[in-house]
């Protein structure tokens, strides 16, 4: 098995910036994918942000030109830039990544156990 481990949440204030990072427990035998998924109250988990095996990327449209996602999808490490921060952003923020651990597995998904952001003055 393996472990997304997310680092970088908290408190910040309108405006402001954060960065977040995943890091696995272990590496991966390929990924297809990786990203970062948030979950306010009351509300559906959402794609914030995606990176593809081939450097690829997809954003929320409210957020784009504010957050920027990178990462190696080699070492299934990954970071989301987020700058320009509104009280809107507020959530959980879950790391993610699609891919076979050991060659010949079956393609699954896998998360981060979340990390809070709050951005509130």
């Known amino acids: 098995q393996v472990q997304l481990v997310e680092s970088g949440g908290g408190l910040v204030q309108p405006g402001g910036s954060l960065t977040l990072s995943c890091t696995a427990s272990?590496?991966?035998?390929?990924?297809?994918?990786m990203g970062w998924y948030r979950q306010a109250p009351g509300n559906e988990r959402r794609l914030v942000a995606l990176?593809?095996?081939?450097?690829?990327?997809n954003y929320l449209e409210t957020v784009k030109g504010r957050f920027t996602i990178s990462g190696d999808t080699s070492k299934a490490s990954h970071y989301l830039q987020m700058s320009s921060l509104k009280p809107e952003d507020t959530a959980v923020y879950f790391c993610?990544?699609?891919?076979?651990?050991?060659?010949?597995?079956?393609?699954?998904?896998?998360w981060g156990q979340g990390t809070q952001v709050t951005v509130s003055s």
């Open positions: 993610y990544a699609m891919g076979r651990l050991d060659r010949g597995d079956i393609l699954k998904q896998y």
């Open positions: 272990r590496t991966f035998s390929s990924i297809l994918a």
């Open positions: 990176i593809t095996e081939g450097g690829g990327t």
